[in-house]
C-alpha cells in the first residue's frame, strides 16, 4: 500500500456516516495528501468510488483485505 | 464548475422518516452541494433539540419487517395494541445501533456542521402552537415564498 498522510478508521460504521467522517478528515488536509479510510461496509466501495468522482479528491486505491475495505483517497 | 443545488421538502415526523431528508442532505452537503431542507408539517418534529419522542408504528405499514417475519401472519390489528409502537421503535432503535447506523440526532447534527440550511415552516408551526425555543439552533422560519427563492435555481427538489 502506498505511503498515507492521515487514516481514517470507519469501520462498523453504515451509509452515509464513512464518507461523511471522510470528507470531514480531509477538509483538515492540505490539498496533495492522502487519507487512508478502513470500512466494513460493502456499499462504501461504491460510494467512495461516486464521492471521488464528485468531489475530484482522486480514488488512488480501492481493495478488500481481511474483511475490510481500504481507501486511498488524495485530497485535490 | 457552479455549485450544485438540492432542495428537500421534509413533512414526516416518525423516527425511520426522519432518516432520508438527513441522510440525503448531508451526504450532498459532502459531495459539495448546497442544500436547504423545508421542514413543514410533521416534519417540524424533527428539529426539536430532544428527538426521544420519535416513534415508529407498524400499525398501516405492511411493508414494515418485523424479527422473525412476524408481519407475515400477524393480524393487522394486533399492531395497533397498545404498547406495540413503544415495543417496534425500541426494537429499530436495537437494530440500527447495531448496524452501525448513526441516530438522527448525529445525522442532523452533520448536516449542520456541513452548512445545511434548515428552513421551518412558519404557518405549520403557528398552526400546531409550536415554540420555536423548542427547536435546536441555526433554524430559519419562513414561508413558502422563501423556499422557492432557492428551490427555483435547485438542480434537485425532493418531496419527503
Known sequence: MADFDDEL??????CPLPILRAKKALAALDSGKVLHIIATD?????????????????????REEGGKFHFLIKKA | MEQKKLAIIATKGT??????????????AALGYEVEIFFTFYGLQL??????????????????????????WMPVLVTA???????????????????????????????????VRFIACNMTVELFDMDPSEFIDGIELAGA?????????????MYM
Open chain 1, 9 to 14: 478508521d470507519a469501520s462498523g460504521l453504515n
Open chain 2, 145 to 157: 415564498a422563501r423556499f422557492f427563492e432557492f428551490a427555483g435555481d435547485a438542480d434537485i427538489c
Open chain 2, 81 to 115: 395494541l397498545p404498547g406495540m409502537e413503544a415495543m417496534m421503535t425500541s426494537m429499530m432503535k436495537k437494530q440500527m445501533a447495531a448496524k452501525g447506523v448513526a441516530s438522527l440526532t448525529e445525522l442532523r447534527e452533520l448536516s449542520q456542521e456541513a452548512e
Open chain 2, 47 to 72: 428539529l426539536k433539540k430532544d428527538l426521544d419522542h420519535l416513534r415508529v408504528t407498524p400499525l398501516g405499514n405492511p411493508g414494515m419487517p418485523m424479527p422473525g417475519g412476524m408481519e407475515k
Open chain 2, 15 to 28: 423516527l425511520d422518516w426522519g432518516y432520508p431528508p438527513f441522510i440525503l442532505g448531508s451526504t450532498a
Open chain 1, 42 to 62: 460493502p456499499g462504501s466501495v461504491k460510494d467512495f468510488e461516486a464521492f471521488s468522482k464528485q468531489t475530484g479528491n482522486e480514488l488512488m486505491e480501492s
